[in-house]
C-alpha cells in the first residue's frame, strides 16, 4: 500500500474548492485571511497519510519480523510486549493497538480471535476507534457484515471515522450496504453537530447545494467550511 493518501472525489473536491464558489464567496474567504489556511487544507487532503494506510504500515511490519531469528526478538515483538503490557492495565488505545497486531501477526502469530478480543475490551471501555480498526480489519479479510456491525457500534460512541465511513458506504452504495442518501444525510447532519471533524466538508456541501434536510445557505455553508478548514490546519500546520 502507498503511504500517501489515495485521491478521491471529496480530496478532488477540495482540489477545486474555489470552483464551487461564486465571486461573493471567494471574497468571503479571503477577506476572512483563510487563504493560506485553504492551500494548506487542500495539500493536507491530497498528502496526508490516511487512517487505512497508517494501519496497512502496521501490518507491513509482519515481514521484516517473520525474517527475525527465533533468538532475538524482532523490534515488533518488543513493541507488541509493551503495548500488551498497557493493554493488560486497561489502556484503551494500547488494547487497540495489540488487537491490530494480532490482527496482522505484527510481532505475535496472526489471531483474529485474539485480535477482536482486544478490540472488544476497548470497545466496552468505550473507545470508539476501536471499532474503526476492527472495521477496518474485516474489511480487508472480505467479511463486509461484521465490518458494518462494527461501524454502527462505533457511530453509538462517536467515533469520527466510523461516522465518515458509513457515511461513504451509504453515500456510494459499497461494501455491502445498499446505496441509502438519506441515511448519508444523517450521518452528515448528527456527526457534525456533535462537531466530529470528518463531517465539517460533507456538511458545507449539504447547505451548498440545499440536499435533503438541509437549508441551501451560503452563510451555513461558508461557516461549515471555515470550520473544516481551520480543523485540519489546526491539526497538521
Known amino acids: ?63 521484516a519480523s517473520n525474517r527475525t531469528t527465533k533468538t532475538t526478538k524482532s523490534k515488533e515483538t518488543i513493541e507488541f510486549e509493551k503495548l500488551l503490557s498497557k493493554a493488560k492495565k486497561g489502556d484503551p488505545e494500547a488494547q487497540t493497538s495489540v488487537g491490530l497486531y494480532y490482527a496482522y501477526g505484527c510481532g505475535v502469530t496472526k489471531d483474529l480471535d485474539k485480535s477482536m478480543e482486544w478490540l472488544q475490551k476497548a ?11 476492527a472495521a477496518f480489519i474485516w474489511e480487508h479479510e472480505n467479511n463486509y457484515e461484521k465490518r458494518l456491525d462494527y461501524l454502527r457500534i462505533g457511530v453509538t460512541l462517536n467515533d469520527a471515522d466510523c461516522y465518515s465511513y458509513l457515511h461513504s458506504d451509504y453515500h456510494e452504495g459499497k461494501h455491502g450496504v445498499e446505496k441509502n442518501e438519506n441515511l448519508a444525510l444523517e450521518l452528515v447532519k448528527k456527526g457534525s453537530d456533535l462537531k466530529l471533524p470528518t463531517m465539517f466538508w460533507d456538511r458545507y456541501f449539504a447547505h451548498r447545494y440545499g440536499k435533503p434536510g438541509f437549508a441551501e445557505s451560503k452563510e451555513d455553508a461558508i461557516f461549515w467550511l471555515k470550520r473544516a478548514i481551520d480543523y485540519y490546519y489546526d491539526k497538521y500546520h
Do not use: W
Open 1 to 63: 500500500a502507498s503511504s500517501s493518501r489515495t485521491v478521491t472525489d471529496t480530496d478532488s473536491y477540495a482540489f477545486f474548492f474555489f470552483y464551487h464558489l461564486n465571486a461573493n464567496e471567494r471574497m468571503t474567504v479571503a477577506k476572512s485571511n483563510l487563504m493560506k489556511k485553504v492551500i494548506f487544507f487542500i495539500a493536507i487532503l491530497l498528502l496526508m497519510p490516511c487512517h487505512e494506510c497508517e494501519l496497512y504500515a502496521q501490518k507491513k511490519k509482519v515481514t
Open 123 to 133: 470497545i466496552d471501555s468505550g473507545y470508539g476507534s476501536a471499532c474503526s480498526t
